[in-house]
């Protein structure tokens, strides 16, 4: 994804109020983040450093134009063995939880959610660039890997879209 800096990450969400904006804790690692970091990753999501079950999550569109999205995380533990609806993984390399995000537009503001199943800590980038043992000789793992990643976008792009699209 596009380098993002703290304006570009203010400025791009779409379900906050303009409080809720101000107040958000960042990425704790943002400033030492470089371009490469970045280009490793096709989303970027943190929790917030003050609030328990806050997180965030920037996510590009279709046009690339950063799509920052606030979460909250359930209070109910999600059953056991979830799948992160992002990044498929099934080798349970980290905690999935489920997160709500508040609709954008009248519909959010009558308090209307959408929720997923996503990795708590929003590992999907490594997940989907970590290659899984290949099923067979002369699996062509590079190629798996590009089609892991391609689905991860589709499918954190598809969910932000939707949200905006409601706008
Ligand atoms: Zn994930």
């Given at each position: 994804m596009l380098t993002l800096?703290?304006?570009t990450i203010r400025s791009s969400f779409v379900n906050a109020s303009r409080k809720e904006v101000k107040d958000a804790s960042l990425p704790p690692n943002l400033t030492e983040m470089t371009d490469d970091d970045?280009?490793?990753?096709?989303?970027l999501g943190w929790?917030?450093?003050t609030y328990l079950r806050r997180a965030y999550v920037v996510v590009p569109g279709l046009d690339d134009e950063p799509i920052g999205i606030s979460l909250r995380q359930a209070e109910k533990a999600?059953?056991?063995?979830?799948?992160?609806?992002?990044?498929?993984?099934?080798?349970?390399?980290?905690?999935?939880?489920?997160?709500?995000?508040?609709k954008v537009g009248p519909a959010g503001r009558r308090g209307d959610t959408v929720g997923t199943l996503?990795?708590?800590?929003?590992?999907?980038?490594?997940?989907?660039?970590?290659?899984p043992p290949p099923p067979y000789e002369?699996?062509?793992?590079?190629?798996?890997?590009?089609?892991?990643?391609?689905?991860?976008?589709?499918?954190?792009?598809?969910?932000?879209?939707?949200?905006?699209a409601g706008r």
């Open positions: 800096t703290e304006s970045f280009a490793d990753l096709d989303l929790r917030d450093a999600p059953r056991r063995r979830a799948m992160c609806n992002w990044c498929r993984d099934v080798r349970l390399l980290n905690e999935v939880v489920f997160y709500s995000a508040r996503l990795c708590r800590d929003f590992e999907c980038s490594a997940n989907v660039r970590n290659d002369g699996f062509d793992v590079d190629a798996a890997r590009v089609r892991r990643i391609d689905d991860l976008r589709l499918r954190a792009t598809g969910f932000a879209e939707d949200l905006v």
